[in-house]
């Protein structure tokens, strides 16, 4: 029988993967995958990729652990779909169209409003390898593609064309992400609730109007 090894790097059989039973399986599957991407989301932004575990997600979704398995083909394929449905989601919600402005406070907004997003991508930098591999060249082309969209902004006259478009983006986007990163520092400096949707208006008030500056060009 294969084995393979646990984390503590004792080896033990490897089970066959199995399709669940029928008595297993939901009636909606559509709200079964909803269910688990969901209880992922939390499990992936409380511990990061490496400290998820598949049995606590299947725990916090309410179903049986075989069907992350069956829907989603493992924790790795989980978190790809979680990615997938993220882009989705973004493509309708921020069109390119949009005011730098109006894309910044919206993205505050929803950062508050749900605060994984943000602490995804806080704990997938602290992991960070510096690896390439099909998902990084496929997230860095939409990294240019957005560096390029602030440069035809600049050209437009909309923001101010003295600042290095992918210095900018990285900027706004940290700072887009700022209250569900560092709720902590939030509370000191705003003395209040990091993820009150009043806070949250204000910053977004705040960060909006300071890129609506930049599109003002001043003398060097």
Do not use: C
């Amino acid at each position: 029988m294969p084995v393979m090894s646990t984390e503590d790097g004792t080896a033990k059989p490897r089970r066959a993967r199995r399709s669940p039973a029928p008595h297993e399986r939901q009636r909606d599957p559509e709200r079964t995958k909803a269910r688990i991407l969901e209880a992922a989301a939390d499990e992936f932004s409380a511990k990061g990729f490496a400290g998820a575990r598949v049995s606590e997600i299947a725990s916090r979704a309410g179903v049986n652990q075989q069907l992350i398995s069956y829907y989603f083909d493992g924790k790795e394929g989980l978190y790809r779909e979680m990615g997938r449905k993220w882009l989705e989601y973004e493509t309708q919600a921020f069109p390119e169209d949009m005011g730098f402005a109006e894309m910044l406070k919206h993205y505050v907004e929803v950062s508050v409003a749900n605060n994984r997003g943000g602490r995804h991508l806080a704990w997938e930098g602290l992991s960070d390898t510096g690896e390439s591999g099909p998902e990084a060249d496929e997230r860095n082309a939409r990294l240019r593609h957005e560096v390029e969209m602030i440069r035809e902004r600049q050209q437009n006259g909309e923001i101010d064309d003295r600042l290095d478009p992918a210095a900018l983006l990285l900027i706004t986007m940290s700072a887009a992400n700022a209250l569900a990163v560092y709720p902590q520092l939030a509370r000191g400096i705003f003395d209040g609730d990091s993820g009150s949707p009043e806070l949250a208006e204000h910053y977004a008030d705040q960060l909006a109007k300071m890129i609506t500056l930049l599109g003002h060009h001043n003398s060097p």
